[in-house]
Every structure is written in structure tokens, then in C-alpha cells.
């Protein structure tokens, strides 16, 4: 059984890279380790999370905002079961829009854990044994939360985002360890179907890998919500009790300690490349410190031949970054010349208010010692935030002080995990904020945040303001 590519994991990076190469014309193999195709972030990861992020807001607004529109809700209750059966629901319809595709592009599927032999040779651990050939190889298999011995993981209290997906009722009091986009979706899910969450967080701000405004604007919405913050915090020990945790908390600077008792303890604190049983030894592929496989400019390996993508390489750990990843090796290995500009692939938090970014944050531009300009436009200015009740939030433009290109574009609101494709395709043709302010942007929208912010960026001349 020979292929001209074997990809190795089937979430977003793997399947589409399967799909890319089946379009160009090569004989194309898929390997995954479970039953269904997608990977984490269809199964326990992106998908589930953005189901269950929905349903808990449909019952937030019931409960605190449709008496504001005029609507009397009585006997209001949270049914967590058929959540998560929704959400299964879900889950199952994406998964199986992969398996239509995989038909669809003529990609054969072997279900079991790949492990590399030889340079082109994959053995297929599954109900029977196989062995592939194949001229080349991508490794898509992606990442694994990270769960130190000292917390005690047991998937029962001590959970992880996997576990959190699928809880059958709603938890009285939660902790989270970890303030970083994984840790506040799911908290923020739970905390709007009344649990009393708590965050633990080693620095001094939430998503430190998004620009400070961005961060300060929602650890003020979240804390409105009821979420609790522990900033510049660590976790000292994880004791599991018969139905609860205890986590015992010190302060970052001191020897201040103190004790959360709480239902469960969800440890977000970041994800692992998954390269486990890999067989990556076998042909001597290189690996750097952080257990992440190393490659080169085209996403090859030391082994000619065998690429990687996704989250087992540098770069962040996003499902659409292994996309485009899969879609460049594919292209490469047939003969194009694909690119990809890793300053524009976005950041998304689906909390509510979303928050989104793109570029440089204004700490990189200032580390970079970048002369530039901003300008900043709030969601409450604007007419359609208003009668929705989406005040919360702001859009923020980044620009050079000379050319007034754009370098970066942040935002924080209603509908901002959409809104930023604008910052992304202006910033792909090298947009100046004049172009984005010259624009015409409908009224009334929540787009109008990115127009206004670009006025402010251009000659600090926002008409709403």
C-alpha cells in the first residue's frame, strides 16, 4: 500500500492538508489515532466549546437581559444535560462532514495510532496492524493539556478543558488555574449557568499573549460576571477530596498562602505537542527543548521528506494556523510556491465580550522601538451596541506615525471574533488607516467601531466621540 503523502492526525492542520493534497492530484493517506476524524478542537476542543459558550449565553440573556426588551420569562432553569447532548449533537454533525469530505476527495482513512519506522514507512496500530508506505509525511497530531504529577489530574475533580466539556451538572463553586483563552471560555460558561468561579493566575493580566487595552477591557467584563481573579498568584498544592478539591493558593511575591474549597479544579495552564509513541526516534527527526518538532522555512523536517504542522511545531497553538500550515505543505510538495505571513493570523477569545486581535500589540511596537500612532473608538459610542445592550469593549487601530500603514488592530465586543477579518484582509493589501477610515462602513453596525478607530488613528478625528 503505497501514497504519495501520508498525514498523521486528523484535526484541522492533518484533514485539511489531506484535502489540499487529494485537489492537487496526490495519493493521499490519513491516519487517526480515535474513532472520529477532527481532532481536539472538533471533538473536546474549538467546536464543543463554542456550543456550550452559545447555550450558556441564550440562558444569561434570559435571565439578566429580555426583561430590559420587554420579554417576562418564568420558571427560568438551566437543563446542563441537554446542553451537553446538544453539544454532542454538534460535535457529531462536524465530525461527519469530515468523514463526506474524506470520501468526497478519495482519501483513505486508517483508524489507529501511526508510529514512523522508517522514512517512508508508517506502521498502523489499530484492530489489525498495517503497514504504509509513502514517498512523504506530515505530522499533524497536534496537543495535549498540560498537567503537572503535583495536581493530582484525575479526570473526576482535578479536570481539564475535555472533562469540563462534558459535566452533568452545574458545579456550585469552580477553580481555574490559568488565565489564559482556555481557562476563561470554559469559566466563563459555567459562571453565566450560576457557578461561583475562581481564577488563578501567575501574572499580573489575563490573555498575556493579547494586548494589555484588550486584557484590561475584559477582566472588567468578567469580573461584572462574577468571575473572581487572582492575578500574580500561584498554586502551591491540589488536594482531592471525595467531592470536592482543595487548592492551596500563594502569592506570587510572598509567603502569603491560603486555601479555595471548590467543586472542581480545571487546569488551564497551557497544551504539550503530542508527539507520544510517534516513533520520531526512529529516524532521528529533530526536536527542540520544549518537546516541539523543529523545521525549517517550509515546514520540513531534518528528515527529508517528513513535515510537520500545527500545534507539534513553534508558533501558536490556533486551529487555523495549522490550516494554512497544511495548506502550504501541500502545496510545496507538489510544486508551488505557497507563502504564509504569520503576523496576520488572528487571536480570538470567545468569551463575551469577544476579543480579537491581529499584528503587533502595542507592547511589541514599543519593544521593537517602532514609532507609531493610535487611535480607539469604544463599543458604547456606538448606535447598534446600544440597542443591542452590547456596550462593553472597544476597537483599537496600531499604525506607523509616517506611513500610517496598519500595524495592529485590537478589539473587545460584540461580534469581534467576525468584525476582525476587516483588520485582516486591510492589513493583508498594507492598508493605511486612512484607507479603513475612507471606507463606508453600514449603519448602524458594530463594524463601525473599526471605521471610527480608524478617524482616531488617521488625525484623531472620530466623529462619534
Known amino acids: 500500500m503505497t501514497f504519495d503523502l501520508t498525514v498523521i492526525g486528523s484535526g484541522p492542520g492533518g484533514y485539511v492538508a489531506a484535502i489540499r493534497a487529494a485537489q492537487l492530484g496526490l495519493k493521499t493517506a490519513l491516519i487517526e489515532k480515535y474513532d472520529t476524524l477532527g481532532g481536539t478542537c472538533l471533538n473536546v476542543g474549538c467546536i464543543p466549546s463554542k456550543a456550550l459558550l452559545d447555550s450558556s449565553e441564550h440562558y444569561h440573556n434570559a435571565k439578566d437581559k429580555f426583561a430590559l426588551h420587554g420579554i417576562e420569562v418564568k420558571g427560568l432553569k438551566v437543563d446542563l444535560p441537554q446542553m451537553i447532548k446538544r453539544k454532542d449533537e454538534v460535535v457529531a454533525q462536524t465530525t461527519q462532514g469530515i468523514n463526506f469530505l474524506m470520501k468526497k476527495n478519495k482519501i483513505e482513512v486508517f483508524h489507529g495510532h501511526g508510529t514512523i519506522i522508517e522514512a517512508n514507512k508508517i506502521k498502523v496500530a489499530g484492530k489489525e496492524e498495517k503497514i504504509i508506505e509513502t514517498k512523504k509525511i506530515i505530522i499533524a497530531t497536534g496537543s495535549k493539556p498540560i498537567t503537572p504529577e503535583s495536581f493530582n489530574y484525575d479526570k ?26 482556555i481557562g476563561l471560555e470554559l469559566g466563563s460558561v459555567y459562571a453565566r449557568l450560576g457557578t461561583q468561579v475562581e481564577v488563578v493566575e501567575y501574572l499580573d493580566t489575563i490573555i498575556p499573549g493579547m494586548d494589555k487595552d484588550c486584557s484590561k477591557e475584559l477582566f472588567r467584563a468578567l469580573k461584572k460576571q462574577g468571575l473572581k481573579f487572582h492575578l500574580k498568584h500561584m498554586v502551591s498544592s491540589v488536594k482531592v477530596n471525595k467531592k470536592s478539591v482543595t487548592v492551596g493558593v500563594q502569592k506570587r511575591d ?66 487555523h494556523k495549522a490550516e494554512e500550515e497544511g495548506t502550504y505543505v501541500a502545496e510545496y510538495i507538489s510544486g508551488q510556491k505557497p507563502h504564509i505571513n504569520y503576523n496576520l493570523i488572528p487571536g480570538v477569545v470567545y468569551t463575551w465580550p469577544e476579543v480579537a486581535g491581529v499584528g503587533k500589540t502595542e507592547a511589541e511596537l514599543k519593544e521593537a522601538g517602532v514609532a507609531y500612532k493610535s487611535g480607539k473608538f ?28 496598519v500595524l495592529g488592530v485590537h478589539m473587545v465586543g460584540a461580534r469581534v471574533a467576525d468584525i476582525i477579518a476587516e483588520a485582516v484582509v486591510a492589513m493583508e493589501f498594507r492598508a493605511s488607516a486612512e484607507d479603513i477610515s475612507r471606507m463606508s462602513h453600514a449603519h448602524p453596525t458594530f463594524t463601525e467601531a473599526v471605521k471610527e478607530a480608524a478617524l482616531a488613528a488617521t488625525d484623531n478625528r472620530p466623529i462619534h466621540i
Do not use: W
Open 254 to 319: 510572598s509567603e502569603d498562602t491560603f486555601s479555595i474549597n471548590a467543586d472542581y479544579c480545571l487546569v488551564a495552564i497551557g497544551r504539550r505537542p503530542y508527539t507520544d509513541n510517534l516513533g520520531l526516534e526512529n529516524v532521528g527527526v529533530a526536536m527542540d527543548d520544549k518537546g516541539r518538532i523543529e523545521v525549517n522555512e517550509h515546514l520540513e523536517t531534518n528528515v527529508p521528506g517528513i513535515f510537520a504542522i500545527g500545534d507539534v511545531i513553534r508558533g501558536a497553538m490556533l486551529a
Open 156 to 181: 473526576n475533580r482535578v479536570i481539564t478543558s475535555t472533562e469540563a466539556l462534558n459535566l452533568q451538572e452545574v458545579p456550585k463553586s469552580m477553580v481555574i488555574v490559568g488565565g489564559g483563552v
Open 378 to 405: 469604544p463599543f458604547k459610542a456606538l448606535g447598534r451596541a446600544r440597542a443591542s445592550t452590547d456596550v462593553e469593549g472597544m476597537v483599537k487601530i496600531l499604525a506607523d506615525k509616517e506611513t500610517d500603514e
